[in-house]
């Protein structure tokens, strides 16, 4: 294993340390692994805080800032952050109207973020959760019951993120957090396998030739494992999973995502060729994301993620965001 890191058990930590040095607009609490932002929460603004294992960078600390989250937790390696991490965070962003937490659609996540939800009610902290969820590439893993969280989690950030900063209620925060996840879908492949710090080894073994058809971002395993084939059919292959689901037609937003290992050249490739697929459909891709957003260490591989638009969708994606590994419109 070869990792710049300085020791397994301090890979969450450093890089924590290292988040700290490099973004000024953020304040790092590295002992009990919660980010905010360094200005405090904003009174009567409803705070947004999500959180993950790590492994999955920029998700969630790099969407920390003006335009989508107050706060995010970041759990060790792959592995759940833990419900004090998350009742710290959602009282250190409470501005009186209220927290919203989003929560990607795995166990350990979904159960934690429900019991700080409760502890933060005693609290007298209003707290609204939004589950998300929107991988079709499986039902059920080994993570999840129901569908994974992936890609969509970009997208509701950012969306209800601008409607929190317009001074929205919770009630619409959170319904704008759901409708878009209801609108969007994901599907990802992988060409290799990715090294868990503290496993030392591949999650799993990939023949030379041999891709991952609807991986998971902690290397679950997909739909089907298959021989390595042309951008242009993985696109179809990708797309074909999606349009089952959710109609590829009218305005839309993609996000062609590098799972942490692929060249941006690759995923370029990737973006036409999903762009050409959409367009036979019928579909026009109004706005992208093209690059690394949800990762899953150093595999190599990639995800495509739809959500269908509406004006106010659109609105509120366009509006100004200022976050380390997001800024448009400031």
């Known amino acids: 294993m070869k990792k710049l890191i300085n020791s397994v058990d301090s890979v969450v930590t450093d890089a924590l340390r290292g988040v700290a040095a490099a973004h000024p607009s953020l304040t790092v ?48 390696v792959f592995t759940s952050p833990v419900p004090d991490q998350m009742l710290l965070a959602t009282k250190a962003v409470s501005g009186g109207a209220g927290v919203l937490h989003i929560v990607k659609n795995y166990t350990g996540d979904v159960l934690n973020f429900q019991l700080a939800a409760e502890l933060a009610d005693d609290e007298d902290i209003e707290v609204a959760s939004v589950v998300i969820d929107d991988d079709v590439a499986v039902q059920d893993s080994l993570y999840t019951a129901g569908r994974r969280g992936v890609g969509a989690t ?16 919770l009630d619409a925060v959170a319904a704008v957090a759901r409708e878009v996840n209801e609108r969007s879908r994901s599907f990802g492949v992988a060409l290799s396998s990715c090294i868990v710090p503290a496993a030392g080894k591949p999650t799993f073994e990939l023949g030379d030739s041999e891709i991952e058809l609807g991986i998971g971002i902690h290397g679950e395993p997909g739909r089907t494992r298959g021989p390595m084939r042309p951008a242009s059919e993985l696109a179809a292959v990708a797309l074909d999973a999606i349009a089952a689901d959710l109609p590829l037609d009218g305005e839309l ?72 590994a997001l800024r448009w419109g400031r």
Request: with cysteine; proline share 5%.
């Open 253 to 324: 937003l993609v996000m062609v995502n590098g799972m942490g290992g692929t060249p941006l050249i690759e995923l370029y490739v990737m973006y036409e060729e999903v762009a050409r697929n959409i367009a036979a459909r019928g579909g026009r891709i109004a706005r992208n994301l093209v690059g690394n957003y949800i990762t899953s260490l150093e595999m190599q591989g990639f995800s495509v993620t739809v959500c269908g638009l509406t004006d106010q969708l659109t609105r509120l994606w366009d509006a100004p965001v200022d976050t380390p």
């Open 154 to 169: 970009v997208f509701v950030e950012k969306i209800a993120g601008a409607l929190a900063e317009e001074g929205a209620s």
């Open 29 to 76: 609490d590295v002992e009990n692994k919660v980010i905010t932002r360094a200005a405090g929460p904003t009174p009567g603004k409803v705070g947004l805080v999500s959180g993950g294992g790590s492994g999955h960078e920029p998700l969630h600390g790099g969407f920390v800032g003006y335009g989508m989250l107050d706060a995010a937790c970041p759990g060790e």
